[in-house]
């Protein structure tokens, strides 16, 4: 029986199938097979017939390195969220929704390392002129910025080879192709080839290359999970496009922390850098209001001042409902039982809205105490000072645990204005209350915490 030209692939883990399948037997992802057109496979050579590779064999004591290993993008929150810059022959992979800001961050980019650099950008979705408008709108002129408009990766390699410049940038990977191969471009089989021939170009030749990727309707980049494999990084970004604000995230770096994030402005002449998210998150907040309480984040390195606000209405179902943005559903539960069990105070009639302002993700446990202070202040009708900040962990006791990095979340609250802090009582050893001059309150447990704001 003569096999079928046409395989399956999963697009999360590259899976291959001779039938559809609804779950990847692999990754256990549900739908994510797409039809493929089965490729030649070539004969694997023998044992004795492959080539030897001793002399290409290096200690680890004789590999030498410049120290100027890593390019300035001339954005610091950018150089922040790649671990202090572009590094040399690294390969990135930056993506995020249409209209974020991808093709205009890169664009910004090239302004200021065109002043030491040769730049190369390849893009395979837009014609040179449309480039140059964008370009005159951004005032970006730098005489070092080439435009090349073509989809076959492969003579993109060879121009880059031949050309050699200093930093190459690829908008997009799913436009690009490899002529031999007969599936179309955007396809798993293309975007996983297109990736490897740009990592070996990258690695052979030590130049860096930013590739732009799509993401699907999930939110994550188009293609099979295997290409995030291949690159050195993975960057994306994130936040609505009909509003002002973007965040840089990064969830792979080889040369960095994925802590750090990078925090972007959108304005009419381009993306602008935020060097204090803080304050950007707690403008506009409203004064005299319940249900409103700030906490502090910390992502990586830097300590973030987020607003939470809780709403308590009476129910109108059966079933009260539970709603949040940007905090875990399942920990907001947990915290409504902790103060249902060992406060006494029953929502089983109200309705709990939970709304962290600014798009951050509440994703760390020193983000309890302020949610639940938010939500007791919203039940009992009575605002929380403005000038009052609060983190710490709620354990199923009622207790109040410690957080890491204290002292940099009470530097922070203390730098933007705040005069009380309410933090666990057991991180008190490790601070000296001569040493700020804000006033810090220590807690072991959540009824002593509602009792200060009572």
């Known amino acids: 029986m003569a096999k079928s030209k046409y395989i399956y692939v999963c697009n999360q883990c590259g899976y291959e ?26 004969k694997v050579s023998s044992l004795s017939g492959s080539a030897d590779l001793s ?32 590094v040399k022959g690294s390969i990135v992979l930056l993506g995020g929704e249409p ?14 390392l065109g002043d030491d650099h040769s730049i190369l950008y390849v893009s395979g979705e837009e014609s ?30 060879d121009t880059i080879s031949n050309s050699t410049p200093e930093i190459v940038i690829i908008d997009s990977i799913q436009t690009m192709s490899i002529p031999h191969i007969s599936s179309s471009p955007g396809s798993l089989t293309q975007v996983r080839e ?81 060097e204090n998210p803080s304050q950007m998150l707690l403008s506009g907040r409203p004064l005299n209001v319940s249900g409103t309480c700030v906490s502090c984040i910390m992502e990586g390195s830097r300590p973030i001042l987020a607003e939470v606000q809780a709403l308590a209405s009476k129910t109108s179902y059966s079933a009260p409902r539970r709603m949040t943005t940007g905090f875990d559903f399942n920990r907001l539960t947990i915290i409504i039982a902790v103060m249902e069990k060992r406060i006494g105070i029953f929502m089983n009639t109200l309705d709990i809205y939970l709304n962290v302002v600014g798009g951050f993700k509440l994703d760390e446990p020193a983000g309890d105490l302020s949610v639940a202070l938010a939500i007791y202040s919203g ?28 002292m940099q979340r009470i530097k922070e609250a203390e730098r933007m204005g705040f005069e009380d802090c309410i933090v666990p009582r057991q991180s008190l050893s490790g601070i000296n209350q001569k040493d700020f001059k804000i006033n810090i309150i220590g807690v072991s447990t959540l009824k002593q915490a509602f009792s200060i704001i009572e």
């Not at 039940?379 to 204290?406: Q, T, Y």
């Open 379 to 406: 039940i009992i009708d009575r605002p929380i000072s403005e000038k009052l900040i609060a983190f710490g962990e709620i354990g199923l006791g009622g207790e109040i645990r410690s957080v890491s990095h204290i």
């Open 128 to 157: 040179a002129r449309q480039i140059k408008l964008r370009a005159e709108r951004l005032s970006v002129d730098s005489q070092n910025l080439y435009i090349l408009t073509a989809n076959d990766a492969e003579a993109v390699c």
């Open 194 to 274: 297109c990736t490897n021939l740009f990592m070996r170009t990258a690695k052979a030749k030590e130049i860096p290359i930013i590739i732009v990727g799509h993401v699907n309707k999930d939110g994550a980049i188009a293609g099979p999970k295997v290409m995030e494999h291949i690159v050195d990084a993975v960057l994306y970004f994130e936040g609505d496009r009909h509003m002002s604000y973007r965040i840089l995230r990064a969830v792979k770096n080889r040369f960095g922390s994925t802590n750090e994030i990078g925090v972007f402005e959108m304005a009419e002449s381009g993306l602008k850098e935020v």
């Open 99 to 112: 209209g974020i800001g991808k093709s205009t961050i890169l664009l910004q980019i090239c302004q200021f």
């Open 55 to 86: 002399d290409k064999i290096t200690e680890l004591a004789e590999i030498d390195y410049n120290s100027d290993i890593r390019y300035d993008t001339g954005l610091q929150e950018l150089n922040r969220v790649l671990g202090g810059g572009l």
């Open 17 to 42: 199938s001779s039938k559809w399948n609804g779950k990847c037997p692999s990754c256990n992802s549900w739908n994510s097979f797409e039809e493929e057109l089965r490729g030649d496979t070539s």
